[in-house]
């Protein structure tokens, strides 16, 4: 899947009837704001502002491959920035913030680090890969008006389970692990590699909203098979230094 929607909308002022209508509709369900911005004072003014909807988190989308800082840079493939960035949105709001973090870099283990111990309270990994570019052959032009987009789809997840396993080595924070999970095999993968919470996208455009229940379906059939009793046995369990419960006499 290749995209390059951008992040257009309404703006943060007017969309928090879209937050209350959600809340009042999904009463049970915990609701996560995402802020994004062209830089790090827009980011902050936008996060300070959603502190004051009803939502339990605020991720702070430092890795869109169009919101780059004045250099050219995705803030989340800088640990500095990341820090500074996520420091300034600590100042402006008590809520847990998870930083989203982009795989378009070697140092995504460091980086989460610094958003860790510059007061993030979760990582959200990953965004999509690339950016990357499809041509239609009949029109002899790339597809997307936009010529380059986001890579995302199955085809990142092995990317991504490299991604949560570097960052779970490297924080004590959660981990919400997304990025090609299809079905239950690939989400046992990234609890392995240390996710604690799962973002589902494609599968949804593959399988509608039954892919829920096809992949939790597949975990409770191998956690059983296993000897598992709870899926926190699964998270971290592909590291060297993990316990394997179910080989404990």
């Given at each position: 899947?290749?995209?390059?929607?951008?992040?257009?909308?309404?703006?943060?002022?007017?969309?928090?009837?879209?937050?209350?209508?959600?809340?009042?509709?999904?009463p049970e369900n915990p609701?996560?704001?995402?802020?994004?911005?062209?830089?790090?004072?827009?980011?902050?003014?936008?996060?300070?502002?959603?502190?004051?909807?009803?939502?339990?988190?605020?991720?702070?989308?430092?890795?869109?491959?169009?919101?780059?800082?004045?250099?050219?840079?995705?803030?989340?493939?800088?640990?500095?920035?990341?820090?500074?960035?996520?420091?300034?949105?600590?100042?402006?709001?008590?809520?847990?913030?998870?930083?989203?973090?982009?795989?378009?870099?070697?140092?995504?283990?460091?980086?989460?680090?610094?958003?860790?111990?510059?007061?993030?309270?979760?990582?959200?990994?990953?965004?999509?890969?690339?950016?990357?570019?499809?041509?239609?052959?009949?029109?002899r032009k790339p597809i997307?008006?936009?010529?380059?987009?986001?890579?995302?789809?199955?085809?990142?997840?092995?990317?991504?389970?490299?991604?949560?396993?570097?960052?779970?080595?490297?924080?004590?924070?959660?981990?919400?692990?997304?990025?090609?999970?299809?079905?239950?095999?690939?989400?046992?993968?990234?609890?392995?590699?240390?996710?604690?919470?799962?973002?589902?996208?494609?599968?949804?455009?593959?399988?509608?909203?039954?892919?829920?229940?096809?992949?939790?379906?597949?975990?409770?059939?191998?956690?059983?098979?296993?000897?598992?009793?709870?899926?926190?046995?699964?998270?971290?369990?592909?590291?060297?230094?993990?316990?394997?419960?179910?080989?404990?006499?």
């Open positions: 899947i290749i995209n390059a929607v951008g992040l257009c909308g309404e703006g943060i002022k007017e969309a928090k009837h879209e937050f209350e209508n959600f809340e009042k509709e999904c609701m996560i704001g995402s802020v994004a911005g062209k830089n790090i004072k827009e980011i902050t003014e936008v996060a300070e502002i959603m502190d004051s909807y009803p939502v339990d988190m605020i991720e702070l989308n430092f890795s869109c491959p169009n919101v780059d800082d004045e250099m050219g840079r995705p803030i989340a493939c800088d640990p500095k920035m990341t820090a500074e960035a996520t420091k300034a949105v600590r100042g402006v709001t008590k809520k847990p913030i998870s930083v989203k973090l982009s795989p378009n870099t070697p140092m995504i283990g460091l980086i989460a680090k610094h958003a860790e111990e510059a007061g993030a309270n979760a990582i959200t990994a990953i965004n999509t890969v690339g950016p990357g570019m499809l041509i239609d052959i009949h029109m997307l008006a936009n010529k380059v987009g986001g890579v995302g789809g199955m085809g990142i997840k092995p990317i991504a389970v490299r991604c949560i396993y570097d960052i779970y080595k490297n924080v004590k924070i959660p981990i919400i692990a997304t990025g090609g999970i299809m079905n239950g095999k690939d989400a046992i993968e990234m609890m392995m590699a240390g996710g604690s919470l799962l973002g589902i996208g494609s599968a949804i455009a593959a399988y509608d909203m039954k892919a829920f229940d096809m992949i939790t379906s597949k975990i409770s059939e191998f956690m059983k098979k296993e000897g598992f009793s709870d899926v926190s046995e699964l998270v971290g369990l592909a590291h060297e230094d993990a316990v394997d419960s179910t080989k404990l006499s």
